[in-house]
């Protein structure tokens, strides 16, 4: 089945801006939804939101403040941006291929933030 | 918000036994809940979709039941593939369960 493809950055400074990207290989971004998770070392997932492909988002009320997910659709990409980082946004990213019934992922990246 | 309590944390099984996890929900979200298999350094795989349908390709050992507050993961006879851990997601707000690690005992 095909994986997305994530790309970014794998460390960021503290009070700065995360941001990756996750791209659908050969698909078209009609009709998609896309999902970004999170899982911290060692602990579970955390839902961060959405993107339908006309624009409209979801995001987790935790992260609302500091997140936004956009989509490129000329590019078949989608972007994640989490800005105002501190130690505690250090995870594993995913991205995934739906709203619910995710059953197409990104292998994930790693995101480290420390100056 | 729908809080998920999912449990064990933990669960010791040996090959061929019947393991069993639970998921709780602090509000009815009837049967939209999924489950998910994740080994490490691996993204999450999904098992089962809207409580109880198996997704394509899962091995039929693998079973949900459930609704509206309760829900289980059933795993008939564990294989050897199937260590990992397990997570719940729910649809209302799409927060996930705690996790429930099975390991070799």
């Known amino acids: 089945q095909v994986q997305l493809q994530q790309s970014g950055p794998g460390l960021v400074r503290p009070s700065e801006t995360l941001s990756l990207n996750c791209t659908v290989p050969?698909?078209?971004?009609?009709?998609?939804?896309l999902t970004w998770i999170r899982q911290p070392p060692g602990k579970g997932l955390e839902w961060i939101g959405y993107i339908y492909s006309t624009g409209s988002t979801n995001y987790n009320p935790s992260l609302k403040s500091r997140v936004t997910i956009s989509a490129d659709t000329s590019k078949s990409q989608f972007s994640l941006k989490l800005n105002s980082v501190t130690a505690a946004d250090t995870a594993v990213y995913y991205c995934?291929?739906?709203?619910?019934?995710?059953?197409?992922w990104g292998p994930g990246t790693t995101v480290t933030v420390s100056s | 918000d729908i809080q998920m309590t999912q449990s064990p944390s933990t669960l010791s099984a040996s090959v061929g036994d019947r393991v069993t996890i639970t998921c709780r929900t602090s509000?009815?979200?009837?049967?939209?809940l999924a489950w998910y298999q994740q080994k490490p350094g691996k993204a999450p795989k999904l098992l089962i979709y809207d409580g109880s349908t198996l997704e394509s390709g899962v091995p039929s050992r693998f079973s949900g039941s459930g609704s509206g507050t309760e829900f289980t993961l059933t795993i008939s006879s564990l294989q050897p593939d199937d260590f990992a851990t397990y997570y719940c997601q729910q649809y209302n707000n799409y927060s996930f369960g705690g996790g429930t690690k099975v390991d070799v005992k």
């Open positions: 995934a291929k739906g709203r619910v019934l995710l059953n197409v």
């Open positions: 509000q009815n979200i009837n049967r939209w």
């Open positions: 050969g698909g078209s971004l009609t009709k998609n939804y």
